[in-house]
């Protein structure tokens, strides 16, 4: 199937990137903040891929690292996870937290994903313990840059997460109202889906 995607990044946004190939086809790419906080300000671009077909919909999800596209599909396969879940683990911990919570079976740190309950955090655990054990990870920093329109991103990120545009709003100003000014794009949706 579609392996990677190399082109012209058109479009980007905390939630998903439009990127047109040289044949003049653009693919719409749903991504983690950790792909959106790797991409920075490059112009020609190359995300890994993976195409998931349902009976009603088709739809890519890009990855900036081959650690990352590895882990969905990790995530993906326990009972439960589907793909937008899966894209919201990796959008609130970074590679090494997920890798390190399963490793370590410290099932808060999972729980602590919105939508993730206690028996799916375990369920994550036990299907993927052995499996971590046997996969290389090495240690994820987040890259994080400031910019003015923040808040306005976060938002739209979080809307297009499937988040109700007012509550996620009151959630974001309460963050900046309390010290978060100087956060990235990422730490600010990070904290809101924890508070969400």
């Not at 007012?166 to 900046?176: M, Q, R, S, T, Y």
């Amino acid at each position: 199937m579609i392996t990677y995607i190399k082109g012209t990044l058109v479009e980007k946004n905390p939630a998903y990137i439009v990127i047109e190939t040289a044949g003049g086809v653009a693919y719409f790419l749903h991504i983690s903040l950790n792909t959106f906080s790797q991409i920075k300000d490059e112009k020609e671009l190359k995300l890994l891929t993976h195409f998931v077909v349902k009976e009603d919909s088709q739809s890519l999800y890009g990855f900036y690292e081959e650690e990352e596209r590895t882990l969905f599909r990790m995530l993906i396969s326990v009972n439960g996870i589907g793909p937008n879940t899966a894209l919201l683990i990796l959008s609130s911990l970074t590679i090494s937290e997920v890798v390190n919570a399963i490793s370590t079976e410290n099932v808060r740190t999972i729980q602590a994903v919105k939508g993730v309950g206690t028996k799916t955090a375990q369920r994550i655990i036990i299907d993927l313990k052995n499996k971590i054990d046997k996969t290389s990870f090495t240690n994820q920093d987040n890259f994080s840059f400031n910019n003015n329109n923040n808040k306005i991103e976060a938002l739209s990120a979080l809307v297009s997460l499937g988040f109700a545009k007012n509550p996620a709003e009151k959630v974001l100003d309460k963050i900046i109202k309390e010290g978060g000014t100087d956060l990235s794009i990422e730490d600010l949706i990070k904290r809101a889906l924890k508070l969400l």
